[in-house]
């Protein structure tokens, strides 16, 4: 390998490193809080499935890409091809989904008992489920169309009608075809950025009142508490404008991919912003929410190897004691 292949291998497998370590942190704290018996959020259920969505993303779409930039040719087939690409378009539609669901969620969650948002806040834990299922069963049938695009490794030469990933490329009939199929798949994808973009706006809002609120009690001489509703909120804003500044970036840089068919360096700079957020998100999670930092030090301090101070270990029990005396009698 070059040097520009070795800085590629090296930066998509530190990505892989931290983005997977961190979300199967995330989903093996949310899995030991559950078995546990403790009481979780209901938007702890959409950070669980957000943190698989991401793993399944950096894993369809950033080990595939590293293997390319490590110059490893036709590693899949038609197959293959055909099962990272689905693999990665519905996890990264469900990540989407997810981040919106969860700014909804919490906009009702902070929303004043006055609004018209209130009366659906008691509601919210008997439809979790079915709309998991109803956003899963969505983007399976939604990025279905991508199984037929998807055509395996490049084996012609006429670029004409081809765009190559490096280890799969896809089929561009026409200019039109290729603008309508972009509309098709990135509408849901706008109206979600949509939602999270109205909801955060709100969220702000809201956060605003707080604040003019907690300085009148300030000037009261009264003690401000900060609820974990406050700091949720701030975390999940935290977190949607991370997602919406890398997705953001990353859909003008793929409909120029599209429409423009360029170099290979220009599709591994895509990848490497696709999962960026995947990447961070699990650290701004445990870094912003301080019910995820006290699932985390219960998580660690039940785990936490004991050991007995070395005066203790000196001193025998009765036990001991039994046992040493009936061997000297035998």
């Avoid at 939604?142 to 030469?157: D, H, Q, W, Y």
């Avoid at 670029?159 to 290729?178: F, K, P, Q, R, W």
């Avoid at 509408?187 to 702000?204: K, L, Q, R």
């Avoid at 949607?240 to 859909?251: G, H, I, K, L």
């Amino acid at each position: 390998m070059n040097l520009h292949e070795s800085i590629l291998t090296l930066a998509f497998c530190m990505q892989i490193a931290i983005g997977v370590l961190g979300n199967s942190f995330l989903i093996c704290l949310f899995t030991v809080t559950v078995l546990s018996g403790q009481r979780m959020r209901p938007i702890d259920m959409i950070l669980n499935q957000i943190a698989w969505a991401n793993s399944l993303m950096i894993i369809s779409k950033s080990i595939p890409q590293t293997l390319v930039a490590m110059n490893l040719k036709n590693f899949l087939n038609v197959y293959g091809c055909k099962f990272f690409f689905y693999l990665h378009r519905v996890s990264r539609g469900l990540s989407l989904s997810m981040t919106c669901l969860l700014s909804s969620l919490q906009a009702i969650t902070i929303s004043p008992r006055s609004s018209r948002w209130a009366e659906f806040r008691d509601k919210i834990p008997q439809y979790m489920i079915p709309t998991y299922s109803l956003s899963w069963a969505f983007h399976l049938l939604l990025n279905s169309i991508v199984l037929e695009k998807v055509k395996g490794p490049r084996k012609s030469r006429n670029i004409s009608n081809i765009l190559s990933y490096g280890y799969c490329s896809t089929s561009e009939a026409t200019t039109v075809s290729t603008t309508l199929f972009i509309v098709v798949v990135s509408f849901p994808d706008v109206v979600c950025v949509w939602i999270m973009v109205f909801t955060s706006g709100y969220m702000v809002w809201l956060l605003y009142k707080h604040h003019k609120e907690v300085q009148h009690i300030h000037m009261a001489n009264l003690s401000p508490r900060s609820s974990p509703e406050i700091s949720a909120t701030q975390s999940i804003l935290l977190l949607v404008s991370t997602f919406v500044s890398f997705y953001s970036s990353n859909s003008i840089l793929a409909a120029y991919i599209h429409l423009r068919k360029p170099g290979l360096w220009l599709v591994h700079s895509s990848t490497f912003l696709a999962a960026c957020f995947p990447t961070v998100s699990p650290f701004v999670l445990l870094n912003t929410d301080s019910q995820l930092q006290r699932y985390s030090a219960l998580f660690w301090r039940r785990n936490k190897p004991r050991f007995l101070p070395f005066s203790e270990s000196l001193v025998p029990n009765q036990e001991s004691d039994s046992l040493i005396s009936s061997l000297l009698v035998e």
